[in-house]
């Protein structure tokens, strides 16, 4: 399976621009760039895939999982399974020379959306609607097989393995916003509102109250949920940078009812600081995170009781750790701490949402 990549902060991603101008001393200086950003709705479900290759066929899976409809997550493969081969060869390759000539390659190609609606999430304004597949990326994947050779240190043998390289790219959506099956329940996220900013990397601070804007705008009345005549709140947006970067830099900006840490402001362009880790565990340990760790232990087939929760608390800490650790160095938070420190909330928490 090829997953779909972590999606970050905006603070995040002015690191990343900064240090890739700035890479060194001499560079201190250097004008950083202003980049156009394309904003999408951030769909409250599940994130799902379907890949295809010319001569494996088609595959689905979750974010961490390839699916079946055997072993399943919220009835994905169940639906999309036999939807699949006519999706990709009547309206996918039909609406792209680009993924068609990729294709016959012998690329991968993987189809990225958000399975949202029915029960899949509660408290947004798609609960409720029939399931639907929402695509809103597609990524070439080509698999490179290389022979390294590794020296045996006990014998004085080499000893030769199979390693294989993944080259990705992601497709301009000029080549799939147009791709959409109504009748099936799959929908293009270019079928709702998107938005537009050009943002300074100079002056990031200056983009930071559009960006809360926007996102306060998609909370109170979620465009999707608008489109489809249902009244309720958004989660958020998600910013991609195409022109430069062909969709590499991404970020999210979440409502504050959504957002998987207490922050005081929206769209921060620094990461925090925070007195003790007391502060830190109410800011990262929020129920809105915690929610996540059970949807996580769902995919996983993971039933939701008492025996399970060293699993709960092993991912709750490492997505933390993993989205988080610059608010840690700059609170100097020792990540080791950060497993005591959960622990009692955590616990609680989860006896409380047993099933």
Known sequence: MISYPETEQFRHVITEVTKHVRQSE?????????????????????????????????????RNNILTPLKDNVGFAQSMNRLADQLFHEYILPASSVIREYYEQGRKIVVYGEWCGGNIQKNVAISGLPKMFVIFKIRIVEEIETTVKEENDQDDTDERTTKIKKHSVWIDPKEWSSV?????????????????IDIDFNSPLLSQNKLIEITEEVERQC??????????????????????????????????????????????????????????????CTENRMRQGLDYLR?????????????????????????????????????????????????????????
């Open 299 to 355: 995919e996983q087939q993971i039933t939701i009781e008492m025996k399970n929760i060293g699993t709960f608390i092993k991912w709750l800490v490492n997505d933390i750790i993993k989205e988080e650790k610059d608010t840690m160095e700059e609170s100097n938070i020792d990540p080791k701490d950060v497993g005591r420190g959960i622990q009692s909330k955590a616990k609680t928490w989860f006896r409380k949402n047993l099933s």
């Open 180 to 196: 959409k099956w109504h009748e099936k329940s799959i929908y293009n996220i270019y079928d709702f509102p998107t938005y537009e």
């Open 223 to 284: 465009p999707v949920g608008t489109y489809f005549k249902q009244i309720g709140i958004g989660e958020g947006v998600v910013w991609t940078e195409w022109e430069k970067t062909r969709g590499g830099l991404t970020f999210k900006v979440k409502g504050e009812k959504h957002s998987a840490s207490k922050v005081k402001i929206l769209a921060l362009v620094d990461a925090e600081k925070l007195a003790n880790l007391q502060e830190f565990v109410e800011y990262a």
């Open 26 to 62: 001499e560079d201190r200086d250097k004008e950083l760039p202003t980049l156009k950003f394309i904003g999408t709705v951030k769909l409250h479900g599940t994130n799902s895939a379907i890949g295809y290759h010319k001569d494996l066929g088609h595959w689905l899976q979750s």
